[in-house]
């Protein structure tokens, strides 16, 4: 067993001197990964077995006897074996296959319909893998890396992800961590970690833009930070666009200038020979003005200007989305201070010459564009080893969290954008007599009416002791934890009955639709708010007449048989205008049998409150 030292007079554990306890960053990456620690306040990124990279191609081989291989070794077998190549893993985290299938051609190697509710599968031979496990490679390589370098065995980790990941992509992320044998601290923000590895969180406040161009995603998110909190006010990008498309570019002029088609045609490898070389003269590019090499005994040579000419319209959508992003977060251009760079297609020059260009902000790059991520993360895992003091990581939830209530009306308990980790909590009853079961349906979504919104689960809070409508004190409480999973707990006060269930949607929504969404509640807005107050007034007409059916019930033996007549005539009216869903004549018998039912409820409540005296024989 081992011992925990405990400092005595504090009560608090002692951090042990001798051996250190690493807590990793890992920036699990579309294209590549890697990790780093803190060593002497110091982030590192690790380096692999040949001491040459930090970057880890998130790409997996298996081999025909299903060993597996990971990084630089498995990106070669690429070209050879492409069904048993997996790469771009990360698009397919949380997804089900409905929500992945127009990428088939993209991705080059199987992907099963398993079931349509679940986890898409990447079938390898007769095996099927899940997104989380092919992650799991991943970052278990990443972990014998790390360990190899320290020369100790490391279990704690913090994972990125990217800010537009929902409940499920991160879940799945944990999910991965864990099968690799890791147990995740924390799960944050890419341009999070981008940020603190520049320590913008040491600033009161700031407005910044963390533009993160990759191998093959683009993304933008706007972040604000107050007082070391990082608040998400928006995010934007373009999953297919990135240094790929840069590659694409070299090699399509390449074809088209030296006539190449033929050999292309002719000899199966000569693609990817040339798609590599394409890659490694655009990496030249970032610093030389020209690049020349032989390939086959033909001279291909591309300068700077051209390429610059090739990818000038995939730079400009960039600073396009980075607009829109602004205006997502009703933000001028002015009011950017800062300008992260993340992303190793950030070093084409031309990137940070559109960006001086277009906005005033202090552009980043000091830092390694493909590292900052992962050294990020290894500042935060810093934090939560409690090296780092007085400091917090804050995001947010991107859509509202509630329940449905009577009606199919939404009822939101946390709102889009509140900072996380949160919780919240609203008490509710019963709407019949004896109700003893409570369902509970959790949505995500604007929208007034939960259909429209996405269905994140549900369950039953039962054993609710028999009681009159409208007197159990229910409460549902809602827990967002700082990576964004919710846990949902209802509790009968008076009875203590309690129930808790975590909250893990059976698959994911892409940013797309989470945008769709968001959309969809700004445009039905005005339609929205009409059905919610015709549900509202439907609702509270039924407890109306529910409660003067009592009334006549409970009053009979005094009533007069005219005012008895009268209230049934009112109530039926009532009835009527519920059936014609018309908002203003349900609102308007409402208040007529509200108005004639006052004066008989005091006469009613006085009778009571005499017979209770009378009863009491004072
Ligand atoms: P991801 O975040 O998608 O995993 P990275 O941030 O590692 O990807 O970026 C990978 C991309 O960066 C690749 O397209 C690669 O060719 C490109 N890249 C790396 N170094 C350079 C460079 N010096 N100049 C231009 N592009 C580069
Ligand atoms: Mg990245």
Known sequence: MAKIPIQLQTGQVEKSKTKKDYIIGIDLGTTNSLVAYVSEDQPKAVKDRSGKHTLVPSIIYFDAQGDVIVGEEAKKQLVRHTDRTIFSVKRLMGKSYADVVQMRDFLGYRIIDHDDESLVRVAVDQRYYTPIELSAHILRALKQQVEWHLGTSVTKAVITVPAYFNDTQRQATRDAGKLAGLDVLRIINEPTAASLAYGLNRTDHKTIAVYDLGGGTFDISILRIEDGIFEVLATRGDAFLGGDDFDRAIFDYWIEQYNLQNRLDHQKSYSQKLRLLAEKAKKTL??????????????????????????????????????????????????????????????????????????????HDELNPDEVVALGAAIQADILAGNQKNMLLLDVTPLSLGIETIGGLMDTIISRNTKIPISAARNYTTSVDGQTNLKIAVYQGEREMVQDNRKLGEFILSGIPPMPAGIPKIEISFMLDADGLLRVRARELRSQTEQTVSITSTYGI????????????????????????????????????????????????????????KVKQLHDQLLDAIRQNDKDSILRAQEALNQYTEPLAQIALEKTIKKAITGKKI
């Open 286 to 363: 970032s610093k030389d003005d020209i690049f020349s090499a032989q390939l086959d005994g033909l001279v291909l040579s591309i300068s700077r200007e051209v390429f610059e000419s090739l990818i000038e319209s995939k730079i400009d959508r960039t600073m396009c989305l980075l607009r829109q992003a602004l205006i997502d977060a009703r933000l001028e251009i002015g009011q950017i201070h800062d300008i992260v760079l993340v992303g190793g297609s950030t070093r084409v020059p031309l990137v940070r010459k559109k960006l001086l260009k277009h906005f005033a902000a202090k552009v």
């Open 510 to 565: 892409s940013d797309e639709e989470m945008g769709k969404m968001l959309i969809e509640s700004i445009r039905y807005a005005k339609s929205d708010i009409a059905q919610r107050s015709l549900v509202e007034a439907i609702n509270e007409s039924n407890a109306i007449l529910l409660a003067s059916d009592k009334f006549l019930n409970n009053n009979a033996d005094w009533l007069s048989a005219q005012q008895v007549q």
